[in-house]
């Protein structure tokens, strides 16, 4: 592992935390951890079995980014991945 970024998790701790966070919540995010002024969210498309068949993410300058703008996103991503997942 190495650093991409000044925000680049690399303690292995705080990197399976985040796993279970990821897991708790549904769905990811990468805060310039890995491009600098670039923010991505990511979500699962789950197959009729429950298996994750794919993922869908959105990525955004960093500069347009707000709580607010994530608070609508997630959600959003959320559900386009559900209606994806009908059509599998």
Partial sequence: MYRRTEKTKLDRRLIFAEFEEIRTRGYAADREEAIEG????????????????????????AVRFTKEREEQMVPALLQAAKEIATWL
């Avoid at 969210?41 to 993410?57: D, E, K, R, T, W």
């Fill in 38 to 61: 670039a923010v991505c969210f990511g979500v699962p498309i789950f197959s009729p079995s429950g298996a994750v068949q794919a993922s869908l993410s959105l990525a955004t300058p």
